[in-house]
């Protein structure tokens, strides 16, 4: 079975710039996550889907946020315009439908904003 | 409101030795799960175990075996024998009913292995 793919690993970009991470879930699972860790934290999620609709987005800073999920497959996360303290692995989860079911983890996307 | 806490940041041991890792959570659910979950340095969590709350039994698989105790609110991971490659951050995570399987995690434990 093929685990999460996230892409790209790392992203530098300066303050005020966009920037967008893709994510393709592990075939079959409803669910997608995208969490943000920042260094020597917990990861903190930001916006749940239940298939290609919105769970709980109630932690992401929609006023530079955004995520979608079309068709109920992959997923992107935007980001725009970025601040200093974006700063973070951005990290994409899946999981089959249903209460308290693992989520499996992707590489994450390390991004670094100067 | 829920909280996981993980009160020992690093932890230091020689190959061979054995470890536990605490895990002190909180919440006012009478149901609810919990992970432990291992974050090596290529930076992918990876899923080691799920406990719901009904389910107090202990667990072990392999050198990894888990304490589960409701009457102190604790799940403890213990490796016994560790190796190098058990060098890692190990997370403690809780998803409560009503939250749509939203993950609280601690802040994490790093455990480093030597020779």
């Known amino acids: 079975e093929a685990g999460v793919a996230q892409s790209p690993r790392y992203k530098i970009i300066e303050k005020r710039q966009s920037v967008a991470f893709w994510c393709n879930p592990i075939s079959g699972h409803a669910t997608l996550y995208w969490y943000q860790q920042i260094l020597g934290q917990g990861p903190k999620l930001l916006i749940q889907f239940q298939n290609n609709g919105v769970v709980d987005d109630s932690q992401l800073p929609k006023d530079r946020f955004s995520a979608e999920r079309l068709k109920g497959v992959d997923s992107t996360l935007k980001i725009q315009p970025a601040k200093l303290e974006d700063s973070a692995v951005y990290l994409c989860?899946?999981?089959?439908?249903?209460?308290?079911?693992?989520?499996?983890f992707g590489d994450g996307t390390r991004l670094s904003i100067l | 409101a829920q909280k996981v806490t993980q009160a020992q940041t690093e932890i230091s041991v020689v190959e061979k030795e054995d470890v536990t890792l605490d895990c002190v959570y909180e919440t006012r659910d009478t149901t609810y799960y919990l992970f432990w979950y291992k974050q090596p340095p290529s930076g992918e969590l990876v899923f080691l175990i799920r406990r719901n709350s009904f389910d107090e039994q202990n667990e072990i698989s392999g050198r990894y075996s888990w304490n589960f105790q409701k009457s102190t609110s604790s799940f403890n991971f213990t490796i016994t024998a560790s190796q190098v490659v058990d060098s890692a951050v190990y997370f403690c995570a809780l998803s409560v009913t009503g939250t749509a399987s939203k993950l609280t995690f601690g802040t994490g434990t790093r455990l480093q292995v030597t020779l």
């Open positions: 989860a899946s999981s089959r439908q249903g209460y308290g079911q693992p989520q499996h």
